[in-house]
């Protein structure tokens, strides 16, 4: 079974930093892209960011771009999203999903499992 | 960028009636290698999104025959057959041809 578990969402300062992750397992974790999409509170989805499955191509959504920084390890099935200068808007649930294809363009791409996410709140 | 419109935005509906939720992208979604990239997937009160559909009209693993989805460039359609109870949430369509882009959501409720 899939399992995607997001951890790190915090209330942090606008202007902050925050570092979220996403355990993977029941999957090999190295065959598939990942990516990070986010849930403003009460609003729809907003993808963010994709990673290939060995870490070498990213994107970023332009709302991200130049802030935030997608990676993984996959020597402990994992994914991370590190979230610089952070804003109000960024306030989100962010979840983690696996991708159906191991990198951008190799295919039809689409998160087909979702995590229960992790909630990132920017106050002051 | 590619934007998705939706229509309707929200859609009551009786038990064991159909529902038809419509979205529109703004290109064409149709890619080089024959497949159209346009996906569904249902958010449940309190749930992380579940993909339904995959390319225009594939049910993903699990997902009941009465879900189904048609089109073609950058017209789509979703259609239950026989709403349920368990069908409640709000319905996305997803473009992943550049990039990805999901629609506003159609919130779907039981009358």
Known sequence: ?????????????????????CAA????????AMHWVRQAPGKGLEWVSLI??????????????GRFTISRDNSKNSLYLQMNSLRAEDTALYYCAKDMTYYYGSGSSM??????????TVSS | D???TQTPLSLSVTPGQPASISCKSSQSLL???GKTYLYWYLQKPGQSPQLLIYEVSNR??????RFSGSGSGTDFTLKISRVEAEDVGV???????????FGQGTKVEIK
């Open chain 1, 52 to 65: 290939s499955w060995d870490g070498g191509s990213t994107y970023y959504a332009d709302s991200v771009k």
């Open chain 2, 60 to 65: 993903f693993s699990g997902v009941p025959d």
């Open chain 1, 111 to 120: 998160p087909d499992y979702w995590g229960q996410g992790t909630l990132v």
């Open chain 2, 31 to 33: 890619h080089s290698d």
């Open chain 2, 91 to 101: 319905y996305y369509c997803m473009q992943s041809i550049q990039l990805w882009t």
């Open chain 1, 25 to 32: 397992s029941g999957f090999t974790f190295d065959d598939y």
């Open chain 2, 2 to 4: 590619i934007v998705m």
């Open chain 1, 1 to 21: 079974e899939v399992q995607l578990v997001e951890s790190g969402g915090v209330v942090v300062q606008p202007g902050g930093s925050l570092r979220l992750s």
